[in-house]
């Protein structure tokens, strides 16, 4: 914006119109307004600067924070690896141990079970030494055979039917064809030649057997 000549002028005259001492004054004034505006400046300077390096500070505090935060899962995440694999590791050792005894001591349940059978057979065979009567020795070892066969049933074992039942493969084995005596008896057992067992409904022996055509 230009100044008016006019303006210009009337304040040199103006200023030519003051005594030395007004005009010191009025410089010292003008002096004092310029130093104050430049101080101003400088001041908010200094305050940008200032909020810049907060500004910046608290970024970094920030990411320091974050970054302990980080440590801290990542150890947290760590220890809990090692506790888990620790524990699966007795776990597997345990489980292998276990797995051992079963495999030697499996049957230990079973054996136990029969071992009173056992000794009713030798009850029976010492009996027979001197029996004289066929019959009741014939009784003694059907009992025997029935407790044993209870035993065996109370741990799951039991026979294959086989007595006029068609043939299944799942459960019976052919070993000889034969020809049927009556035409309802053909593709049907006919004879078992030796007995079929389940443990737990799983075939542990097929039952064979002869088939009538």
Do not use: W
Not at 56 to 62: A, D, I, M, V
Not at 129 to 154: C, H, P, R, W
């Amino acid at each position: 914006m230009k100044t008016n000549p006019f303006f210009k002028n009337n304040k040199n005259n103006k200023n030519r119109n003051m005594n030395p001492k007004e005009k010191e004054n009025i410089n010292e004034e003008e002096l004092k307004s310029e130093a104050t505006q430049e101080e101003a400046a400088e001041n908010e300077e200094v305050r940008e600067e200032e909020t810049q390096e907060e500004a910046t500070l608290t970024e970094e505090e920030k990411l320091a924070k974050e970054l302990e935060e980080a440590n801290k899962t990542i150890e947290d995440q760590k220890d809990k690896y090692l506790r888990l694999s620790a524990e699966f590791d007795n776990y597997r050792k345990r489980t292998m141990k276990e797995k051992a005894e079963l495999i030697l001591n499996g049957g230990e349940k079973t054996i136990g079970s029969i071992l009173p059978v056992v000794d009713d057979f030798e009850r029976a065979l010492k009996n027979m030494e001197t029996a004289t009567d066929v019959a009741a020795v014939k009784e003694g070892v059907e009992l025997i055979y029935n407790k044993f066969m209870s035993v065996l049933a109370q741990d799951g074992v039991k026979v294959i039917e086989t007595k006029d039942k068609p043939l299944d493969t799942d459960y019976h084995e052919a070993i000889a064809v034969v020809p049927a005596p009556d035409k309802a008896l053909k593709g049907k057992i006919l004879d078992c030649v030796q007995t079929g067992y389940m443990l737990n409904d799983k075939v542990i022996r097929h039952a064979k057997v002869v088939v009538g055509e």
